[in-house]
């Protein structure tokens, strides 16, 4: 569910604002599902090479399905973000989206990205802002602390809470980089904003097997809560309200 609905859209009008990838090559850090990889494949063309990178084993061999039909362009590496087991400035780009908070050693991660980087490389990092901004997942926190459960949803702000945008910025430039520009996208989530959806949402993210082992009052009483706050979000239209991402864009 994730993916159709945030991190393929979200990867597209990253890639989108920031190319031509033609012929480039693009090291996709924390790579995941492979979406983002998927979608260079695309851009990159037969001359363009995407290394897709990630710590986790698992989430490689999904990649791997994911990007099956994409041949030879797409190269696999088991990979934490420090150190990263890349060679010193062999690629052209580096994008990493909604990766960068989970790393537990971000300055250090920042230096290995620009250590990677050919000369006038660029960085595209990507984090979603606080559930404050980020309001279906504002609606699930608020949710969960109604009923009680103030440690799943602190779960479930870590994502969102646990990269503030100063601190983001200031791991780049201390990194060494020539400029550093912190941008702002955002977006409404779309989708048919009944609050089946919100449901549907807060059972797709890393809390939602935590979530299915709720009492059933608790689970009855969370699906209440949320869907409460999700028609106050949604107000008769097709959004769960607003998406807010911080995108830094470093240059060697």
Do not use: Y
Not at 16 to 25: F, S
Not at 77 to 90: N, W
Request: hydrophobic fraction near 40%; charge should be negative.
């Amino acid at each position: 569910m994730l993916v159709p609905l945030i991190f393929r859209p979200w990867g597209e009008r990253l890639l989108d604002e920031h190319g031509p990838w033609g012929g480039r090559t693009v090291l996709d850090l924390a790579t995941g599902t492979g979406v983002v990889a998927r979608l260079l494949a695309d851009r990159v063309g037969s001359d363009g090479q995407v290394i897709a990178a990630d710590i986790n084993p698992q989430m490689l061999h999904v990649a791997r399905d994911h990007c099956a039909g994409s041949g030879e362009r797409v190269r696999f590496v088991e990979s934490s973000a420090h150190p990263l087991e890349i060679d010193s400035g062999t690629v052209d780009a580096v994008i990493c989206q909604q990766g960068c908070q989970f790393f537990p050693e971000r300055a250090q991660s920042a230096v290995e990205i620009l250590r990677v980087l050919r000369d006038e490389g660029v960085a595209l990092v990507s984090t979603w802002c606080s559930v404050a901004e980020c309001k279906a997942f504002g609606a699930i926190c608020g949710a969960l602390d109604a009923i009680g459960e103030t440690d799943l949803a602190n779960m479930m702000r870590r994502p969102f809470d646990h990269m503030p945008e100063d601190e983001l910025q200031a791991h780049f430039e201390e990194a060494g980089f020539g400029s550093v520009e912190l941008q702002r996208h955002e977006a409404l989530m779309t989708c048919d904003g009944e609050p089946k959806s919100a449901i549907e949402l807060a059972l797709a993210t890393p809390i939602g097997p935590q979530l299915r082992e709720l009492a059933s009052s608790l689970f009855d009483a969370f699906t209440e809560e949320l869907s409460a706050r999700a028609t106050e979000l949604s107000r008769g239209e097709s959004h769960l309200g607003k998406l807010v991402s911080n995108v830094i864009v470093a240059r060697k």
